[in-house]
């Protein structure tokens, strides 16, 4: 009986959604579009590649077509010693990646759009030099990834948005 109900619950579900005029944001094809057709220029070094690559993935970058957008890339990092041993050595630190981004119009070279995420996190600090490193090197690859994410999501967002009037 109780599986009777909650198939047909699961039948009726969808029916309901579908007048409700909801549509995810990676259903829209337009915005999908749109962002594989941004060229990302990230600053040299080692987070500038990362977020680059990540960007480029989250896109889904199309390598073929002409660039529609250029997006600039500042980034600023930092680390902060936290967790201090009582020889004053620290045991983690906390890692920050502010990317500020401005999204151009190609080939117009308007500015269509600016913005910045923030992302924080922590990471084990071990005596071994080589842990220590590859620790570090972990993070920055994670706080990458994360802003490349939440820099898709928002540029999803405004993309779905300015097309509607």
């Not at 198939?7 to 969808?14: D, E, N, R, S």
């Amino acid at each position: 009986m109780f599986r009777d109900l909650a198939a047909a619950a699961l039948l009726i579900l969808p029916l309901g959604l579908a007048g409700c005029g909801f549509t995810p944001l990676y259903a829209q094809r337009d915005v999908s579009m749109k962002l594989a057709a941004i060229e990302v220029i990230a600053p040299e070094g080692r987070t500038g590649y990362l977020i680059r690559q990540h960007l480029d993935d989250a896109f889904a970058k199309d390598r073929g077509a002409a660039p529609a957008y250029r997006m600039d890339l500042r980034l600023a990092e930092a680390r902060y010693p936290r967790g201090v041993r009582i020889d004053n050595v620290a045991t983690r630190y906390e890692y920050v990646l502010t990317a500020n981004y401005t999204l151009v119009a190609q080939p117009s070279g308007a500015p269509a759009k600016r913005g910045s995420v923030r992302v924080e996190l922590t990471y084990d600090s071990a005596d071994q030099p080589y842990a220590s490193i590859s620790a570090q090197q972990d993070a920055q690859d994670r706080a990458a990834q994360e802003a490349a994410r939440r820099i898709q999501l928002e540029l999803a967002v405004w993309l779905a948005n300015s097309g509607r009037s």
